[in-house]
């Protein structure tokens, strides 16, 4: 004598077998076939390439965020290579040929690299720092003073400041060692 409960589970059982029965189709059992060799296919397409020594890898990027990087990254390149017209380039590749000319032309003049020569030496950086501090603040404090009163009484009391004395030996200086250079 069988239970009533064991019963239900051997119909039901029968009914789940009766089920699967009628739902394998022909067409059903290729479609299934088809994805498993595909599947089968596909792992040992995966098996052989070696990924399997690249998974602690990409493990560690995915660890510490650089594969979001990565990806962060494609996608930057992937929008500036969307925004590359034809135009764009076209004008790109013009400043890049002039920018190269004039870099050439620099190049090969003697006195440009007398130039770059001298401004790298410390005290003419100095100098230079000071000429622009001093040639600044001349000219804020030029724009307060009120306007000169002319004549020759004005120039009379301006060369008896010994500052303007102290101005024109400095010129004067100047002027000689550019002379001599």
């Known amino acids: 004598m069988t239970h009533p409960r064991q019963e239900a589970v051997a119909n039901d059982l029968v009914s789940l077998i ?14 299934l076939s088809a994805n498993a060799s595909q599947t089968l296919d596909m792992l040992d397409r995966f098996n052989r390439s070696g990924i ?8 560690k990027l995915v660890e510490n965020g ?8 494609a996608r930057l390149f992937g ?10 380039v076209h004008r ?5 040929t002039e920018l190269a000319a004039l870099v050439d032309k620099l190049s090969r003049n003697e006195g440009v690299q007398r130039l770059i020569d001298l401004l790298g030496q410390e005290d003419v950086q100095t100098s230079l720092v000071g ?4 040639a600044s603040a001349a000219s804020s404090e030029a724009a307060t003073l009120p306007p000169s ?14 500052a303007t004395q102290d101005a024109l030996r400095f010129m004067v200086l100047m002027s000689k060692h550019l002379q001599k250079g």
């Open 79 to 88: 929008g500036i290579e969307d925004s590359l017209t034809d135009d764009i």
């Open 18 to 31: 009766a089920g699967a029965q009628d739902s394998l189709t022909d067409d059903m059992v290729a479609r």
């Open 131 to 134: 000429l622009l501090g001093a």
């Open 66 to 73: 650089d594969l979001d990087r990565l990806v962060g990254l």
């Open 52 to 59: 399997d020594r690249a998974l602690p890898t990409i493990a």
């Open 149 to 162: 009163r002319g004549g020759i009484g004005g120039m009379l009391h301006l060369a008896k400041d010994p």
């Open 92 to 96: 790109v590749s013009l400043v890049v």
